[in-house]
């Protein structure tokens, strides 16, 4: 059993992300079966509330001094694999987002990563750029991402608000590839992480 984190990546106030995070959870509910091989989890990272990263030494260290940063590290450390919504903001991800990364180094160690981006472009260029940022952490990241639009999957009247969440029929498809490959993945890396429980170590 692999646990995937569904990481909602904006904190802005009327920010959508939630929305398609709970999409994204119901999907892979439906998806699992009893005795599948994933459980998925939201992880909102404005119910963290971490301030701009304030450790003195870096994380790939390990010595945390702050409550915050170990509450995170725990957090973390606990999942598989991860499933990044995020917004694009000016070419790039919302800098909670990086932040929430930079924090931590180990804990993210060989895991996986999928993503759903949204914005007038897909989000896509948000993509990009954590796909370089979470290499540099040691988390690989699947090829397939599901890449929302603005004026196509959400009925918004006022841009002040966050609107409804209205998907196209056609990303599902690609949802679900993603989480396969994701889960497949999460699977693999595990065994980095715990080669202790490889066939193998077991006949030594």
């Known amino acids: ?26 999907q892979a509910d439906i998806r699992s079966t009893p005795g599948s091989e994933a459980t998925y989890t939201i992880v909102d990272l404005a119910d963290l509330d971490l301030p701009l990263l304030n450790e003195p030494e870096p994380a790939a260290i390990g010595a945390y001094r702050h409550e ?6 725990k957090a973390v450390a ?12 000016n070419h790039a991800m919302p800098a909670v987002l990086k ?30 750029q954590l796909r370089l ?3 540099e952490v040691k988390v690989a990241s699947v090829r397939s991402q599901v890449a929302l639009n603005l004026h196509n999957d959400f ?20 949802l679900d590839r993603m989480l396969g490959e994701l ?3 999460s699977e693999a890396l595990a065994r980095l ?8 170590a077991a006949a030594r």
């Open 99 to 128: 932040n929430a990364i930079d924090y931590l180094f180990t804990e993210w160690n060989d895991k996986a990563a999928g993503f759903v981006s949204y914005g007038f472009t897909g989000g896509v260029r948000a993509v990009e």
């Open 68 to 73: 915050h940063t170990r509450r995170w590290a």
């Open 1 to 26: 059993m692999v646990r995937i984190a569904i990481v909602v990546g904006s904190t802005r106030p009327g920010r959508r992300g939630d929305q398609v995070a709970r999409w994204v959870h119901e």
């Open 193 to 200: 992480r715990h080669p202790e429980s490889l066939p193998e």
């Open 78 to 89: 606990s999942f598989d694999g991860f499933i990044f919504v995020t917004p694009e903001y």
């Open 155 to 174: 009925a918004i009247i006022d841009w002040v608000e966050p609107g409804a969440f209205t998907p196209a029929d056609h990303h599902l498809s690609v």
């Open 133 to 135: 940022t979470l290499s």
């Open 183 to 185: 889960v497949e993945w």
